[in-house]
């Protein structure tokens, strides 16, 4: 197979004989049938040394080589303070020093929002249960574990709204720069026709609710 003769079949004839280029077809999880959420070693190590959290499985690693993933710890812009530049000070952002770093800069009500992205919540393969892929109990799953100082760190999960299973997707966290200004959130972007293009008009899309 060539790309050029790849190029003149149509879609039906490379999907009846199988020819879509193995290397483009999505990614499977590090472990399709299990799922959940995995992170890459460097955002474990730097959670061990700052909080004693320890986000490794017993049963799973991270998969991709570290020079494929964005850079760590990412820079963070503040839309309300762009005057500052980067205000993380080279490091990623978790529970401690947050008050030291961010008074005076952001509000209390814009502190007290960062601590919740912080937070770590119980989630399936870190909580207290004997159902964990963690060794010890777990305290849970930060937003910013995954969205790393409001961007991301090559973290990844399985969607969970896609059946029978072999079909879910891998999930790769998207970064949350941006998404102040976006109207609509979707999983796996699939809301982006509501989105305006250049084209439309400048009024708000309309969405019809659904149960
Ligand atoms: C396990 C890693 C992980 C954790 C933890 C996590 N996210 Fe995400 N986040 C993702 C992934 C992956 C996507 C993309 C989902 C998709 O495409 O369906 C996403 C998407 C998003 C989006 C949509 C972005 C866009 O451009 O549409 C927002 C907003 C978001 N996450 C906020 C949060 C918040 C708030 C928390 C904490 C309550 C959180 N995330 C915790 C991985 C994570």
Redesign the pocket.
């Known amino acids: 197979m060539t790309w050029e003769k790849l190029a003149a079949l149509s879609p039906e004839e490379i999907t009846a004989r199988d020819a879509f280029p193995q290397g483009f077809l999505p990614l499977p999880h590090a472990n399709q049938p299990e799922g959940g ?1 995995v992170f890459p070693k460097f955002e474990i190590d730097e959670l061990k040394k700052q909080e004693d959290r320890d986000l490794t499985r017993f049963d799973l690693d991270f998969d991709l080589p570290e020079h494929f993933v964005p850079e760590f710890p990412p820079p963070i812009y503040l839309t309300t303070r762009s005057d500052l530049g980067d205000v993380s000070k080279g490091k990623a952002r978790h529970h401690r020093e947050l008050y030291e770093l961010f008074n005076g800069i952001l509000n209390p009500k814009q502190i007290e929002g960062l601590r919740l ?1 912080l937070t770590p919540f119980p989630q399936q393969q870190f909580n207290q249960t004997e159902d964990r892929r963690s060794t010890r109990a777990s305290r849970g ?3 910013f ?3 790393a100082n409001g961007h991301t760190n090559g ?3 399985l ?1 969970g709204d896609i059946r029978p299973q072999q079909f879910r997707h891998r ?4 970064s ?1 720069r941006g ?1 102040n200004i ?1 109207r609509l ?5 699939g809301l982006k026709t509501s989105r305006t293009s250049p084209n439309s008009s400048s009024a708000p899309p309309t969405l019809t609710a659904t149960t």
């Open positions: 959420m992205l799953v930060a937003c574990d995954c969205h973290a990844f999960h969607v999930i790769e966290t998207t949350l998404v976006e959130f979707g999983s796996q972007r």
